[in-house]
């Protein structure tokens, strides 16, 4: 029987930094055991026995054969582990049968007998050749075939009785590897174009191989054994099996290790991605059907979304600042939202803090977030003059991801395909991922407007996938404990200790868009807006700045909230808000072009319109869901019933959890508690067919529904 162990003593010889060396004397000293090596050119050398024994640099050279590291054989346990349990179960009795001709006794020790060993034909006293001939008459099989087992047993143990001890890794094909390689190649060079046919890469796999080696020098398969070996391939560069774009995703993975960025703490990381929705909606502004784009931050650490908005087909610079804006100064929560879905005005959960008075306020959407690095891909609304400087000045760091590399922003795309099953594909309106899932006529169902779809994607966020459990959020040390971003958020401070929190609030105003104005006896005008507060210069005083606007001073807007506008005094460098004239007429946040879309409203029903006309008229508009003509208030109520009607699958994960938002309770004219405003007193004249026809809505609802769905 070969033997692991090989003697070190006087004589012994190691391969050493690469030159043999030879033990001479070995030597007990203080600091322990010593030995003196010699090399081939007579020079010596003092070590340490135990560097001897245990470096890297030093390999002893056995004088006797035994196993090695290297052998091309299997190890025992990769052997044992690939039998199946009738495979096991032979080769543990043929062990049983190998030790009886050895020793006499089945389990290999006179201490365990069995009943009847030792058998005559081997006993002690019987020759091992008696033996092997009563074994081989006893299982009837040859007696070279049972020498071959104990000589495979004496070597190897039970494995060595094994079928498939010397099988290796892979069983391959046997065509030739040059034909295959080849065959890779052809595949390879078809990852971005349109998705071939096995045929065609056989073919051409074919005539590259006689053109680089020669006419019948490598021997071609034939198509059993191609198709074949293709589907080997396959497995090693895909190509026929999936989608073209899965297939470009997967060519395009890092060829070494994966590698990947581990946030401690909330704050330490912010995603930022910007993705279009599967579903339409209703632009008010242009009056046509769009897919939003939505643009979202995430907290990498908790998976909390700590700001969000939709826009209409293109996502400018500006909209990533307000997104970022919002993670400074987060947005109130909704008034129907529930109470578990609200986080209090500090933005520490109440499970850590409890606040009085946060609890009888409305609260915040999402939790405030100083983030520490900023992660986003290579767009140029990512990367704008704007952005960049005020990171480089609030100290956050801009870590641009790889390009075409959607996996380095892993945590924001699962978010988006959370969103698409778990929300959009409930919604009217839905089309699908691509061309080959979308409906027959997704347009003409029900629709959102784009501030509802954005007020149901942050509501839905905050009440569901904030408190649900995901299966990414989980603590090395309890993997068993699932969490939901809300509870990683209080995992995350009882970890860290801390979180990173703006030093000043009024930060955030930095990420808004600038106006320059000029200062009247008014206010400032913006837009046709007038905002005015304490705090304002009087007019007058020259302005400081050379703006673009001649003695203009500047203004930070916020594009999804236009009832307010804030200035900061130059003298005391201290941020006032200045309130639009009819802010009190909206009692919501209310968009740049939403307004605009009022006042075009209003344009073509008013003689006189102003804009707290058009805001009271807007929010009548989404209230009752109705058109200004008569056409298109035919059509919205059309649309509207569709909507009231609409017989969603129900399911406890997606619809259930849907249907109870209260915007979407809302939009679809299911809350019964919801206000509706009053309609505006009309001049009504003589042939103004609009007038007459609000006028008919304002004396009998009951009347105009009676007639509205009539052929025109």
């Not at 990173?500 to 106006?515: G, N, W």
Request: aromatic letters at 8%; hydrophobic letters at 40%.
């Amino acid at each position: 029987m070969s033997s692991a162990h090989g003697r070190v003593g006087v004589g012994t010889r190691f391969q050493y930094d690469g030159e043999v060396v030879e033990v001479v004397e070995m030597t007990a000293t203080a600091a322990g055991n010593e030995v003196i090596l010699r090399n081939d050119r007579g020079q010596v050398r003092r070590l340490a026995l135990k560097e001897l024994l245990f470096s890297d640099r030093v390999q002893l050279i056995p004088e006797q054969p035994g196993p090695a590291a290297t052998d091309v054989e299997q190890i025992a346990s990769v052997v044992l582990s690939q039998l199946t349990p009738d495979e096991r179960r032979g080769v543990l009795e043929r062990a049983e049968h190998v030790r009886e001709v050895l020793t006499g006794y089945r389990s290999g020790s006179p201490e365990l007998p069995r009943e009847g060993e030792p058998l005559p034909a081997y006993a002690p006293g019987a020759s091992l050749e008696d033996r092997y001939m009563a074994k081989a008459v006893e299982l009837g099989v040859a007696a070279r075939s049972v020498r071959r087992w104990v000589a495979q047993f004496r070597e190897h143990g039970e494995a060595g009785l094994t079928s498939r001890k010397n099988r290796s890794l892979s069983q391959g094909t046997s065509a030739d590897e040059r034909w295959v390689e080849t065959a890779l190649e052809v595949m390879v060079e078809h990852t971005a174009q349109s998705k071939p046919s096995r045929t065609l890469v056989i073919a051409r796999t074919r005539a590259r191989v006689i053109a680089r080696f020669g006419e019948g020098v490598v021997a071609q398969p034939s198509r059993a054994t191609a198709f074949r070996i293709l589907a080997d391939l396959e497995r090693r560069h895909p190509l026929f099996r999936l989608s073209t774009k899965r297939n470009r995703d997967i060519a395009e993975r890092p060829e070494g290790p994966y590698g990947k960025l581990r946030p401690t703490r909330p704050g330490e990381y912010l995603l930022m991605d910007t993705t279009r929705l599967d579903v339409f909606a209703f632009d008010p502004f242009t009056l046509r059907w769009v897919q939003g784009e939505l643009t979202v931050a995430m907290d990498w650490y908790t998976r909390c979304i700590t700001g969000l908005r939709l826009t209409p087909v293109t996502t400018k610079a500006v909209d990533v600042s307000a997104v970022l804006y919002q993670a400074f100064r987060p947005r109130p929560a909704g008034r129907d939202w529930p109470r578990h879905a609200v986080w209090p005005e500090h933005g520490i959960p109440r499970a850590v803090l409890l606040d009085v008075e946060a609890a009888e306020g409305p609260g915040l959407a999402s939790p405030p977030l100083a983030p520490e690095t900023l992660v986003v891909d290579h767009g140029k609304v990512y990367v704008s003059e704007h952005l960049t400087s005020v990171c480089q000045r609030m100290g956050i760091s801009i870590q641009p991801a790889r390009l075409r590399t959607g996996r380095d922003k892993g945590p924001v795309e699962r978010f988006f395909r959370t969103l698409r099953e778990g929300l959009l594909e409930a919604l009217p309106g839905y089309k699908g991922p691509d061309i080959h899932t979308r409906g027959e006529d997704p347009e003409s169902e029900a629709f959102f407007f784009l501030d509802e779809l954005e007020a149901i994607v942050r509501e839905w966020t905050a009440v569901v996938y904030h408190c649900r459990p995901h299966a990414g959020l989980v603590d090395p040390g309890v993997p068993g404990l699932r969490m939901s971003p809300r509870k990683m958020f209080e995992h995350g401070m009882a970890r860290a200790g801390y979180i990173e929190v703006p030093r000043d609030r009024d930060l955030a105003f930095e990420f808004l868009q600038t106006k320059w104005r000029t200062i009247q006896h008014y206010g400032v005008e913006i837009g046709r807006r007038r905002y005015s507060g304490p705090g304002l210069p009087a007019p007058g005083i020259r302005s400081p700045y050379a703006g673009p606007v001649k003695n203009g001073w500047p203004f930070q807007v916020d594009p999804d909230d236009i009832s307010r506008i804030y200035f900061r005094d130059p003298d005391s460098r201290a941020w006032h808000t200045l309130m639009w004239e009819h802010a009190p007429s909206a009692d919501m946040p209310l968009s740049e072009d939403a307004l605009a879309f009022a006042r075009k409203l209003a344009a073509a029903k008013y003689r006189y319109p102003d804009d707290r006309l058009a805001v009271a008229d807007l929010l009548e508009r989404w209230n009752l869901g109705l058109g200004t003509t008569l056409a298109e208030r035919r059509m919205a109520l059309r649309l509207s019933r569709e909507q009231a009607a609409l017989d969603l699958p129900e399911t406890e994960t997606t619809t259930t959890a849907v249907t109870s938002l209260a915007s979407v309770r809302r939009a679809l004219g299911q809350d019964d508690a919801l206000p509706v405003t009053e309609v505006p007193a009309l001049d009504v004249e003589e042939g103004d067919d609009d007038a007459a026809d609000m006028e008919d809505l304002t004396a009998g609802e009951d009347d105009f529904y009676a007639d509205a769905l009539e052929d025109v």
